[in-house]
């Protein structure tokens, strides 16, 4: 490669850069890496624009389909004109689409409520947010009165574009519950009158069991069934953790214990958030279940009282700072760990879900570099992200309150936030 300046008419040619080949290639490809993603994530915020779009016309056909339904009178059958317009579009609709009824019925409900949140519409016509995105605050907000629509998606559009719909969800499950006119112990009971156990069948001679039930239930099982598969990982042991949770889930199920014994003394761990005002019984601020959210204050003060697998953490209403972790975690170590696990609550690198309690604590300065063992210097990473911290050219800086800055290899920058907001001691 050559170059050349011009000085006083005359050209001079500069000496060759001293990149070697194998650099100037990988620079290159760098490059046109950092391309493609960009290309790739314009090409999604173009998607989300097409899906804004599709509601709209889906919302539109719903309402001709009911102007000419009304135009037509009468019944039939015993529909109305309403009944005759909404099995009208969804049939058209499935039929256009290739998808079943109920899907388009779905479809049809997200682009009507879709049209009403007029954040949250220009949010995914700008490409800001993704459908997914959008469908989560649609989900949300049907669920309350149409007067708090407004405050619910301006408080949750801002989070939809910055967090995984995971995160998000979590975010907004909360949101909405400050809005519920209703007590959370009133829809705590007619939810859990709901619950149910549900199969349905898959290929390959495979099939979903699902269980519908209260959150703390639902945790607790899963984490038990972690911590026995957990238990069982060695050297020797060839199946993974998804492969030994499902197994010793089936086993426990199916004979009612495990031949090996290695459930007895296994006891799940749930954190369960409760703020001190809560507590004194003079606020009905909702108490919070580690990985999952509000849940309604009876359950909450049950376990936090008595259930020995649960951990009493007490927050001061204003700060959200731990006031008290019980005092069965004395030890510095011990009471750091806990402390970072509800901060984090997940592996905190940017879109994983993994939950802390099964994650492992990464040094963000590193020892051999002089980091400290801090509370500011350590985070929540899993065991794939831990690896890739130190094995890539992705780094991590934190800063106050927990917030990690990472850089990727192409030097793209972005931000985690810790789960639970959290001061020292």
């Known amino acids: 490669m050559r170059f050349e300046a011009e000085q006083s008419g005359e050209s001079t040619a500069l000496a060759p850069t001293a990149l ?4 100037r290639l990988h620079g290159a490809m760098a490059n046109t890496l950092g391309d493609l993603i960009d290309s790739i994530a314009a090409l999604d915020r173009m998607e989300a624009s097409l899906a ?8 539109q056909a719903r309402r001709w389909s009911e102007v000419a339904e009304q135009s ?78 407004g405050a619910f998606e301006t408080t949750v559009v801002p989070l939809a574009e910055t967090l995984t719909v995971a995160k998000f969800d979590r975010r907004a499950r909360t949101v909405r519950e400050r809005l519920c006119p209703e007590t959370i112990e009133e829809r705590f009971t007619d ?13 390959d001679g495979m099939a979903v069991l699902s269980a ?32 030994l949770r499902a197994d010793l889930f089936a086993e426990l199920l199916l004979d009612g214990r495990l031949d090996s014994g290695g459930d007895r003394g296994i006891r799940p ?27 309604d204050h009876d359950t909450a003060m049950r376990l936090a009282a ?33 402390w970072l696990r509800v901060r984090d609550g997940t592996c905190r690198f940017p879109g994983c879900n993994r939950a ?30 831990h690896r890739l911290k130190h094995q890539t050219r992705w780094t991590v800086t934190q800063s106050t309150g927990g917030v990690l800055k990472w850089t990727s290899p192409n030097g793209r920058a972005y931000t985690t936030q810790a789960e639970t907001r959290m001061q020292p001691a």
């Open 20 to 23: 070697a080949p194998t650099a």
């Open 52 to 59: 804004a779009y599709k509601a709209e016309l889906i919302d």
């Open 72 to 149: 037509l009178g009468g019944s039939d059958g015993g529909w109305n004109a309403e009944v005759r317009a909404r099995r009208v579009i969804a049939s058209e609709l499935a039929c256009a689409l290739r998808i079943p009824e109920r899907t388009a019925e779905s479809l049809i409900a997200d682009s009507a409520a879709l049209v009403d949140l007029p954040k949250t519409f220009a949010g995914l016509s700008a490409g800001a947010i993704s459908w997914r995105h959008a469908r989560s605050i649609v989900d949300h907000a049907r669920s309350l009165p149409t007067e708090s629509w």
């Open 191 to 203: 939810a859990a009158a709901q619950r149910s156990l549900t199969l349905e069948p898959a290929r």
């Open 212 to 243: 519908y039930l209260p959150a703390v239930v639902a945790h607790g099982i899963y984490n038990r069934i972690t911590d026995l598969a957990t238990a069982q990982q060695s050297p020797a042991e060839e199946r993974t953790l998804t492969q």
């Open 269 to 295: 761990r749930v954190f369960v958030t409760v703020p001190v005002l809560t507590l004194l019984g003079v606020s009905d601020e909702p108490a919070t279940l580690e990985g999952y959210g509000p849940i």
């Open 306 to 338: 008595t259930a020995p697998s649960f951990t009493r953490l007490l927050t001061h209403p204003e700060t959200g700072a731990v006031l008290s972790v019980g005092r069965d975690r004395y030890t510095v170590p011990a009471d750091l760990r806990t």
């Open 356 to 385: 802390a309690r099964i994650c492992e604590i990464d040094h963000t300065q590193d020892w051999l570099h002089n980091g400290q063992t801090a509370h500011d210097n350590l985070a929540h990473l899993c065991p794939a992200h």
